[in-house]
């Protein structure tokens, strides 16, 4: 994570050297003053293929805490592409600012013609605070944009594809922990009550499990609770609940220092991108305690499947849902390779990732 003092005098040698850490490609800065336009796109890696990774709005406190999140948003879908099975690089795009008061057309299509200037090797698509309909006004001033409207050629929202891969993801780590992949009866706190945590509320209402949700909006937590049955829970209460599986849907980062103590479940599976803080420190601690951690990156790759292969080409929903269908033996093969080897689930899952980019890699270089 790049720590500065003073946002006003960022060192060139500080943002390199974050760059050169991860093996991040290229950072693009994308500025508009007039449309009101203040966006960064990261480019982690393309030996896969061209990067690409959604688009995200959000009123970060600060550039370079928007900066951060974008380079761990764009290195972790270089991982979720490679252990898809994706001819695809990570990449990721963050726009700053408060979507209720900004977000428009004008900013939007402004935004497209950015990623048309990079001729492809950034494509885009839609994350939090972004919607198909926004795809639209982007893809107005580019064509390297996914995720459209079913009506107009696209794969529609991703968000049921990501919530059926967190339940696979989540059942395959039932079956690791408990024997059996069944959910009934188990005590599961869903943190975030967005897009992707309604489908997957859905999937697990339907197997009689005892639900706890929590969210930043109250009134979303509690539409959420009567439509399911669950118990509305604080935003902090949900890391002290003596729960079997905690499962966080919202924003990355939530398992840490100040958290990882509290946890009482046996296993953590959710949609969230980036859930450890630290992928070492904290994936050893989760083994210390005796937690099953299912990766995020793995897990939450069916909206990437979703959006990537309608890019790729001979998108159906059925192929979509059988890919997706694919992360739950690939989970139980992954904490399997973690036991065998004593390492974490997080180091296993990066391990398998790594390795088939390293393949290609060669497979290019003897061409």
Known sequence: ????????????????????????????????????????????????GPALGGTRMWNYASDMEALNDVLRLARGMTFKASISGLN????????IGDAAKLKNEKLLRRFGRFIENLHGKY?????????????EYIAMETKYVTGLDESLGGSGDPSPVTAYGVYMGMKAAAKKAY???????????????????????????KENVKLFVSDLSEEKAKAAAARFGAVVVGESEIYDLNVDIYSPCALGATVNDNTIERLKCDIIAGAANNQLGDDVVHGKRLIEKGILYAPDFLINAGGLINVGINYLGGWTKERVYKKTEKI???????????????????EAAMKLAIKRIEDVARVKRSM
């Open 328 to 346: 739950y033996q690939t989970t139980l093969d992954i904490l399997n390779l973690a036991e065998r080897e004593g390492v974490s689930t997080q």
């Open 123 to 135: 494509i885009t698509a839609e994350d939090v605070n972004m919607s198909p309909d926004d795809m």
């Open 1 to 48: 994570m790049i720590e500065i003092k003073n946002s006003e005098n960022v060192k060139e040698f500080e943002i390199f050297g974050e760059l050169a850490k991860h093996h991040h490609e290229q950072v693009i800065f994308c500025n508009d003053t007039e449309v009101g336009l203040k966006a960064i796109i990261s480019i982690h890696n393309t030996m896969l």
């Open 179 to 205: 024997g059996n992949d069944s959910l009934v009866g188990k005590k599961i706190a869903v943190q975030g009550t967005g897009h992707v945590g309604m489908h997957l509320l859905e999937y697990l209402s």
């Open 88 to 95: 695809l690089g990570g990449g990721k795009a963050v726009i």
